[in-house]
């Protein structure tokens, strides 16, 4: 894709969604960051049915803390690879508390440092929570870079850097959402749905999918 492509990909998707939201449910900075720790190998569905329950009873570190690893996952045990999401989630809670005052730090050192919380995760945060121009790369973005030649790469790492560096600045806050939620409904893994596509004229995938 040129840059006078991409450009007008993102106009094209920006006109129609001018304020694209993550689909995981949160009212503050600790939510959200529960969320996406709990989102890893899961939906964004099953997560938001697990989490209405969990953040009714523990919404803070403290609070998450005084329900004990048990506790906790019995309200996350519907969510894949909960035993180990649970433990995370309670040295995350811990070390928010010793260190950051049971806040979420605005930081990406620190929240890396956080068990469970890799550089996909602090993406998120940071550019959810804090408006901060990341590019969280899951596996949507990283085919839709990829078959839309975009920015084609052979690592998430890759993939990122190269979006970052192609997508216009005016586009980059919310391109993020705009990327995951084309993967997730439009341009899907094993059938696009070109035929239904707005940016479908834009990219550079040659095998076009027809319409049924």
């Given at each position: 894709?040129?840059?006078?492509?991409?450009?007008?990909?993102?106009?094209t998707l920006q006109s129609a969604n001018p304020a694209p939201q993550t689909e995981?449910?949160?009212?503050?900075?600790?939510?959200?960051?529960?969320?996406?720790?709990?989102?890893?190998?899961?939906?964004?569905?099953?997560?938001?049915?697990?989490?209405?329950?969990?953040?009714?009873?523990?919404?803070?570190?403290?609070?998450?803390?005084?329900?004990?690893?048990?506790?906790?996952?019995?309200?996350?045990?519907?969510?894949?690879?909960?035993?180990?999401?649970?433990?995370?989630?309670?040295?995350?809670?811990?070390?928010?508390?010793?260190?950051?005052?049971?806040?979420?730090?605005?930081?990406?050192?620190?929240?890396?440092?956080?068990?469970?919380?890799?550089?996909?995760?602090?993406?998120?945060?940071?550019?959810?929570?804090?408006?901060?121009?990341?590019?969280?790369?899951?596996?949507?973005?990283?085919?839709?870079?990829?078959?839309?030649?975009?920015?084609?790469?052979?690592?998430?790492?890759?993939?990122?850097?190269?979006?970052?560096?192609?997508?216009?600045?005016?586009?980059?806050?919310?391109?993020?959402?705009?990327?995951?939620?084309?993967?997730?409904?439009?341009?899907?893994?094993?059938?696009?749905?070109?035929?239904?596509?707005?940016?479908?004229?834009?990219?550079?995938?040659?095998?076009?999918?027809?319409?049924?």
């Open positions: 894709m040129t840059r006078d492509q991409i450009r007008a990909f993102f106009a995981l449910e949160y009212s503050s900075v600790f939510e959200l960051l529960v969320a996406v720790l709990l989102s890893a190998q899961a939906t964004d569905v099953s997560v938001n049915k697990a989490t209405r329950h969990l953040f009714a009873l523990a919404n803070t570190p403290q609070k998450m803390l005084a329900l004990g690893l048990q506790g906790l996952e019995s309200h996350i045990k519907t969510i894949g690879l909960y035993h180990s999401k649970a433990r995370h989630l309670m040295q995350t809670c811990q070390l928010l508390l010793e260190r950051h005052q049971g806040q979420v730090p605005r930081d990406r050192a620190a929240l890396q440092a956080l068990p469970g919380v890799g550089r996909k995760t602090a993406n998120v945060v940071l550019n959810c929570a804090f408006g901060e121009p990341t590019m969280a790369v899951d596996t949507h973005i990283f085919r839709l870079a990829n078959r839309t030649g975009m920015a084609p790469g052979k690592t998430p790492l890759e993939v990122e850097m190269g979006l970052l560096q192609r997508i216009p600045k005016a586009y980059l806050a919310d391109a993020h959402h705009w990327l995951i939620l084309h993967g997730r409904y439009v341009c899907l893994a094993r059938t696009p749905k070109c035929w239904q596509c707005s940016v479908a004229r834009f990219c550079d995938f040659k095998d076009k999918t027809p319409a049924p």
